[in-house]
């Protein structure tokens, strides 16, 4: 059982960055693919960005190419993800998860889940 903890969110400006970090424990975090999903309110979860285990592929949603990064740390159990340039339609709570079923944008693959942690970007 892998337990996953969202942490770095809050409030900034637009135009601004932010670094969310997901500590894991429980498991075998290098076995695990990765994957960083969004919620905002009234809204179905929406993918974010995945990464390998061995953090040498990883895959945007269109919306935040060029502006986030996906990255690991398999020494250190954590997943980042770095948020620049934000907008305020990228508000919402954010999720980490963990997969053992390869790199995928389907939140339905993955396995298990954090607890999220709320950004708001204000304009």
């Known amino acids: 059982q892998v337990q996953l903890v969202e942490s770095g969110g809050g409030l900034v400006q637009a135009g601004g960055s932010l670094r969310l970090s997901c500590a894991a424990s429980?498991?075998?975090?290098?076995?695990?693919?990765m994957g960083w999903f969004r919620q905002a309110p009234g809204k179905e979860h929406q993918f974010v960005a995945t990464?390998?285990?061995?953090?040498?592929?990883?895959y945007y949603a269109e919306s935040v190419k060029g502006r986030f990064t996906i990255s690991r740390d398999n020494a250190k159990n954590t997943v980042y993800l770095q948020m620049n340039s934000l907008k305020p339609e990228d508000t919402a709570v954010y999720y980490c998860?963990?997969?053992?079923?390869?790199?995928?944008?389907?939140?339905?693959?993955?396995?298990?889940w954090g607890q999220g942690t709320q950004v708001t970007v204000s304009s």
């Open positions: 429980g498991g075998t975090f290098s076995s695990y693919d």
């Open positions: 990464i390998n285990r061995s953090g040498g592929y990883t």
């Open positions: 998860a963990a997969t053992a079923r390869g790199t995928t944008i389907v939140p339905g693959w993955y396995d298990y």
